[in-house]
């Protein structure tokens, strides 16, 4: 056996790895697609200034990444593609959507969205606090928006 050290983008790698892990899943929970889910607003331009990028397996909704681009921070924008997203993942079947967040990021943002904080990585040097939070969806936020 060889172990190996990839120190380099190594997407057909990690291809077979998540395949593997799927796999693995699909033994103990079922049969279950995982389907990406992608909210992105756009200028008049056509740039992208905002979105929400994740992904839904197993009824949840695991948000990657959230980002505003600067110039349009702090007029509910984020808000708005928030409600969107977590109105399409209601729609397509979850009954939660988790993410985790930086303490100089927005735990307070997601927190005002009904996220709860359910574990945090404390900080040390050289990496800030780490906030791990959930929010149970309801079929309520598929009227809102």
């Not at 079922?30 to 008049?44: F, H, K, M, S």
């Not at 509910?76 to 109105?87: E, P, R, S, W």
């Not at 574990?119 to 606090?129: A, L, Q």
């Amino acid at each position: 056996m060889n172990i190996e050290i990839i120190d380099q983008e190594a997407n057909d790698v990690v291809g077979q790895l998540t395949a593997g892990l799927r796999q693995f899943n699909v033994e103990h929970l079922g049969d279950e697609a995982t389907q990406p889910l992608t909210i992105v607003a756009r200028n008049t331009t056509g740039d992208i200034v905002g979105g929400v990028a994740g992904r839904i397996i197993y009824k949840n909704f695991l948000i990657n990444l959230v980002w505003i681009d600067a110039h349009y921070r702090g007029q509910g924008l984020g808000q708005k593609l928030m409600q969107v997203a977590q109105t399409q993942a209601i729609k397509r079947g979850c009954l939660i959507a988790q993410l985790d967040t930086l303490d100089f990021q927005a735990p307070g943002f997601y927190q005002k969205l009904g996220f709860i904080i359910i574990g945090t990585v404390p900080k040390f040097p050289g990496s800030p606090e780490r906030y791990f939070m959930m929010k149970h969806l309801s079929c309520n936020e598929t009227n809102e928006g």
